[in-house]
């Protein structure tokens, strides 16, 4: 499995920030797939999932009103958005993926770093002004 993240760099707070990641390597159709960000000096936390088999999405709290995520699934594409970054924001941000999962709804493992054995290289995103 090869997971590809884009979009990262500096951004001036209230601006726009678009993150893609394209999944390959693997034919399984039954999968979670989710970005993931690390802070300096901070645990990998979950941001959002979603899980192919059950088409659940989660979001994590701390995630929610400013951040928008999407999937292409015929692209193997997932897309997160960022709406008036934070210098809070910044921090490298990971696309991750486990499977094969069956069906799957559960969001404490989908949003915990854990549950996933592939990894992207994560993008920069700096947030200053």
């Known amino acids: 499995v090869q997971l590809v993240e884009s979009g990262g760099g500096v951004v001036q707070p209230g601006g726009s920030l678009r993150l893609s990641c394209v999944a390959s390597?693997?034919?399984?159709?039954?999968?979670?797939i989710g970005w993931f960000r690390q802070a300096p000096g901070k645990e990998r936390e979950g941001v959002w999932c979603?899980?192919?088999?059950?088409?659940?999405?989660y979001y994590a709290d701390s995630a929610k009103g400013r951040f928008t995520a999407d999937s292409d699934s015929a692209k193997n594409t997932i897309h997160l958005s960022v709406r008036g970054p934070e210098p809070e924001d910044t921090a490298v941000y990971y696309c991750?993926?486990?499977?094969?999962?069956?069906?799957?709804?559960?969001?404490?493992?989908?949003?915990?770093?854990?549950?996933?054995?592939?990894w992207g290289q994560g993008t920069q995103v700096t947030v200053v002004s």
């Open positions: 991750a993926l486990a499977g094969p999962t069956g069906y799957f709804r559960a969001k404490e493992a989908c949003l915990a770093a854990d549950f996933y054995n592939n």
């Open positions: 390597g693997f034919t399984f159709d039954d999968y979670v």
């Open positions: 979603f899980s192919s088999a059950s088409g659940t999405t």
